[in-house]
């Protein structure tokens, strides 16, 4: 069993910045995705565990960062430039640990954080 743990979450403006961070217990691959109201849930970012390997969304590729600290068990997510359509519940993710995965496919991901609500104003 691998728990998930958000935070940084929260309301800002256009063109701001904000850092979410995911808590993990596991040692696997990591993603990020999100879901906004009416829509499908959307990939935004992973990374493997050595953290040699990164992999990004088209729509925010450019302005989004994903990183982890390995001696704090912890993955981040630094979004920059944000814009109102980054408006969505954020959710961290992570797949049976030993199994491989396909970054963007939702499915893959077994363990799913609680989400955090990331809103960004005009």
């Known amino acids: 069993q691998v728990q998930l743990v958000e935070s940084g979450g929260g309301l800002v403006q256009a063109g701001g910045s904000l850092r979410l961070s995911c808590e993990t217990s596991?040692?696997?691959?990591m993603g990020w995705f999100r879901q906004a109201p009416g829509k499908e849930r959307e990939f935004v970012a992973a990374i493997s565990w050595s953290g040699g390997s990164t992999f990004y969304g088209d729509s925010v590729k450019g302005r989004f960062t994903i990183s982890k600290d390995n001696a704090k068990n912890t993955v981040y997510l630094q979004m920059n430039s944000l814009k109102p359509e980054d408006t969505a519940v954020y959710y961290c993710?992570?797949?049976?640990?030993?199994?491989?995965?396909?970054?963007?496919?939702?499915?893959?991901?077994?363990?799913w954080g609680q989400g955090t609500q990331v809103t960004v104003s005009s």
């Open positions: 596991g040692r696997t691959f």
């Open positions: 993710a992570a797949p049976k640990p030993g199994t491989s995965v396909t970054p963007a496919r939702a499915w893959d991901y077994t363990y």
